[in-house]
């Protein structure tokens, strides 16, 4: 049965969440993903910030589940679930998505009881960088 999943993660890794997308697409999956607004020359950043999230929450209420894409460290962390994507979860738990990532998240990111109660199921796969 094809899936109707929202990936999300951080910018940073934005190349890297599109190949997987593609790939997932190449399967036979639906798959959104986000929209790189950075090159739209916005001269605000907190406008592009608060546009990002709007498209982005729309995304989520249109799928089925969500993929955390955290499999690359970043900051020092392993398993990275920056704060975009934590309020990303957050809207996916409360409309009743189901919630995935790639990676367990490092257990000392400050919102570590919250993800926890959010149930995030964690694939056991690998996937190519």
Same mark, same amino acid.
């Given at each position: 049965?094809?899936?109707?999943?929202?990936? #999300?993660?951080?910018?940073?890794?934005? &190349?890297? #969440?599109?190949? =997987?997308?593609? &790939?997932?697409q190449?399967?036979?999956?639906?798959?959104?993903?986000?929209?790189?607004?950075?090159?739209?020359?916005?001269?605000?950043?907190?406008?592009?910030?608060?546009?990002?999230?709007?498209?982005?929450?729309?995304?989520i209420?249109?799928?089925?589940?969500?993929?955390?894409?955290? &499999?690359?460290?970043?900051?020092?962390?392993? +398993?990275? #679930? +920056?704060?975009?994507?934590?309020?990303?979860? +957050?809207?996916?738990?409360?409309?009743?998505?189901? =919630?995935?990532?790639?990676?367990?998240?490092?257990k000392?990111?400050?919102?570590?009881?919250? *993800?926890?109660?959010?149930?995030?199921?964690? =694939?056991?796969?690998? *996937?190519?960088?």
């Open positions: 049965m094809p899936l109707n999943v929202c990936l #999300i993660g951080s910018m940073r890794n934005y &190349d890297h #969440i599109l190949n =997987l997308a593609k &790939d997932l190449d399967a036979g999956h639906r798959v959104s993903v986000p929209v790189d607004l950075s090159e739209r020359g916005y001269s605000d950043r907190t406008k592009m910030k608060a546009e990002f999230m709007k498209n982005m929450f729309e995304s209420r249109s799928c089925d589940s969500i993929l955390v894409v955290n &499999d690359i460290d970043r900051g020092g962390y392993s +398993g990275y #679930i +920056g704060p975009n994507t934590f309020l990303q979860l +957050g809207l996916g738990f409360s409309l009743g998505k189901t =919630l995935y990532c790639l990676e367990n998240w490092d000392r990111l400050p919102y570590n009881e919250e *993800l926890e109660a959010m149930n995030i199921r964690q =694939l056991d796969i690998k *996937l190519p960088h």
